[in-house]
């Protein structure tokens, strides 16, 4: 197996398993931990690689560090503005509204002169209960 492989493999398991929506550097010190070899850059490259190849989804968050989610499903995400943390909004319709809003992208495409839809991210903002309390 070439070590590009065995790296990418190290570093999407850990995404995987960290469940938290880690930045680039959360996931590099959690690698590190393990596997001290692995630069920084290689991290930071293998994250964006894998997201392009569509293994794990990068979470944009406008100005703050990109997130990476082990979810590739179309789902809603809650950021809260004062610590940044990222996390899968849970509720019952989420999957309906996401539908909806496909559904709406496809049917009104000439509106949207020939835009064609390939995903959805949609993110809320505030602030966590965490946050709240202290």
Do not use: W
């Not at 539908?99 to 049917?107: E, T």
């Amino acid at each position: 197996m070439a070590r590009n492989t065995v790296q990418q493999n190290i570093i999407c398991d850990t995404v995987k398993n960290m469940k938290t929506h880690p930045s680039s550097d959360e996931v590099y010190n959690e690698v590190h931990k393990s596997h001290p070899s692995i630069g920084r850059a290689t991290v930071y490259r293998v994250l964006n690689k894998l997201a392009d190849k569509g293994e794990i989804k990068k979470v944009s968050i406008p100005g703050a560090a990109d997130r990476f989610d082990f979810r590739t499903d179309d789902h809603i995400h809650m950021r809260c503005r004062c610590c940044n943390k990222v996390f899968d909004a849970e509720f019952d319709d989420s999957y309906k509204l996401l539908d909806q809003i496909k559904r709406m992208l496809s049917v009104s495409n000439d509106d949207l002169d020939g835009f064609k839809s390939e995903g959805a991210h949609i993110s809320f903002y505030g602030i966590c209960k965490d946050c709240q309390n202290s």
